[in-house]
C-alpha cells in the first residue's frame, strides 16, 4: 500500500505562535502544557517547531513547564498494559536503570516533553516517576525539590505552579491528561499505598519503596467538563488541535470538591 500523503493543517513555528498569542497566552506567564503534536495537523519541524513556538509566545521572561514522567520505573508487579510474567519481576526490579534526570526518557506523554527535557536550558525536577521539565526564569524554583515519596502533591512542582499562578496549556490534549486534577488527591481523603523504583543514592543504584498518595485519573474526563461548564476556559484552535486555557488554581480548586462528591476513595490499599 503507497504511504497516504499528510493531512492539514500544515503549521509552522511562526503560525503556531500566532495561534498560541490568539488563544491567549501571555508574554511573561508560567504555563504547564499538556500536548498531542498529532492533533497539530502537519507540523515543519516537528516537535522542536512546537517547542520554539510556545517559547516565542511566552517570551524571554515566561517559563514553559511540561510532564516529563517515566512510569516505567516502577514495581513490575501493577503493569497492565501490558502485563509481564510474575517469573520476571524479580529480575526486572533488579535491573532496572536508576532514574537519572538528565538521561531518563519520557515515557507516554508525547514527543514534545521529550524535547523540552532536551532543550537547552532546561532542568527537570528528581521523582523518578512524575517529573517535570521547565525551561525559562522560573524553572529552577519550579522543580526543586520533589519528594520521592509525593509524586504530585504538595512537595511536587504542582504545588509550586500554583504559588506561582501557572496556567494549564491542553494542545490538542484531553482533562484526562491534566496532571493538575492529581494535586486535589492530596488534599481530600485518598488511599495510601506503597510505590517503588529504582534509584541512585550515594552507595550506588537501590530499589526503593515509599509510602505515598495513592492517585488516579479515572473520571478526570467528566471532571474536565463539569469544570468548564463553571469556571473561565478559553477554547480555541491551535494548528488543527483543540485547545484549552486555564487557571492551575482554578482546576485544583475545583477538583477537591468534585472528586470528594462524584469519586470518593478512602479505602487504605
Known sequence: ????????????????????????????????????LSSLGW?????????????????????????????????????ESPPVPEAWWADIRASTPAFDARTTPCRRVGVVPEAVRNWPG????????????????????IVD??????????RSPLARLEEGAARVLLLGAGFRSCTAFHLAEYRIP??????????MTPHGRTWSTVRDTSISSDRFDELGAAFE???????????GADARLFALADAVAYAETWLSEHRPRTAEL
Open 229 to 239: 461548564k463553571e469556571h473561565p476556559v478559553v477554547r480555541g484552535t491551535v494548528g
Open 43 to 79: 507540523v515543519s519541524g516537528g516537535a522542536e517547531a512546537v517547542v520554539m513556538a510556545l517559547i516565542d509566545a511566552l517570551g524571554n521572561a515566561g517559563t514553559l513547564v511540561v510532564p516529563t514522567q517515566s512510569a516505567d520505573n516502577s514495581d513490575p508487579a501493577h503493569w
Open 1 to 36: 500500500m503507497p504511504t497516504p500523503p499528510p493531512t492539514g493543517p500544515m503549521c509552522t513555528r511562526d503560525s503556531l505562535a500566532s495561534d498560541l498569542r490568539a488563544l491567549g497566552v501571555h508574554p511573561g506567564e508560567t504555563l504547564l502544557v499538556h500536548s498531542s
Open 190 to 199: 485518598s488511599p495510601c499505598v506503597d510505590n517503588s523504583f529504582a534509584v
Open 145 to 154: 525539590g520533589h519528594a520521592p515519596d509525593c509524586r504530585l502533591g504538595e
Open 122 to 141: 532546561a532542568v527537570r525536577s528528581s521523582h523518578p516517576q512524575t517529573s517535570f521539565a521547565a525551561v525559562g526564569p522560573r524553572a529552577a524554583a
